[in-house]
């Protein structure tokens, strides 16, 4: 099953990421990109986050004001199944970058404003499976844009 790369997304820091014509991916993650919070976020463990954009429509029909890029992700994708993107699944993004799943992201209070009531707790994995961007690690980097296809390869 293959897809799109919606919107490729960074920051000096912190939410919202906003979107970028193109970015270099490597082990440490996506160039330009950088977190406030290492303890949480960043590393070769947590190089790049990922979101559907099937769930952040959904999200919005919902009433929350999330958009691609506002609740941190670095690649928000379309037409791959969310519910099949789980901890070792790999990802080929374009001709050249590979990654592999480690775990879904925790939210916190900093994504707050993406939702309604400050809700953040709504793509928690542990109380809504399914709904959690995710971290992956990167295996091989290259330059991905938005346009890229992106598909599900068996490790």
């Known amino acids: 099953m293959?897809?799109?790369?919606?919107?490729?997304?960074?920051?000096?820091?912190g939410v919202p990421k906003l979107p970028v014509l193109e970015a270099e991916i490597g082990e440490q993650g996506v160039a330009g990109d950088?977190?406030?919070?290492?303890r949480n976020h960043g590393g070769p463990e947590r190089a790049v986050c990922l979101y559907a954009s099937e769930r952040i429509a959904a999200?919005?029909?919902?009433?929350?004001?999330?958009?691609?890029?506002t609740t941190g992700e670095n690649i928000t994708t379309a037409g791959i199944d969310w519910d099949q993107v789980k901890a070792g699944v790999r990802l080929r993004?374009?001709?050249d970058v590979l990654l592999e799943v480690t775990r879904p992201t925790s939210p916190c209070t900093n994504i707050a404003g993406s939702f309604a009531k400050g809700d953040f707790v709504r793509i928690s994995e542990k109380v809504n499976p399914g709904w959690s961007r995710v971290y992956a690690r990167v295996i091989t980097g290259g330059t991905v844009r938005p346009g890229d296809t992106i598909a599900l390869e068996d490790a």
């Open 93 to 95: 993004l374009g001709a």
């Open 34 to 38: 950088r977190q406030r919070d290492l």
């Open 59 to 69: 999200l919005r029909a919902e009433g929350h004001p999330i958009a691609p890029g």
């Open 2 to 13: 293959s897809g799109t790369i919606v919107q490729v997304s960074i920051s000096r820091g």
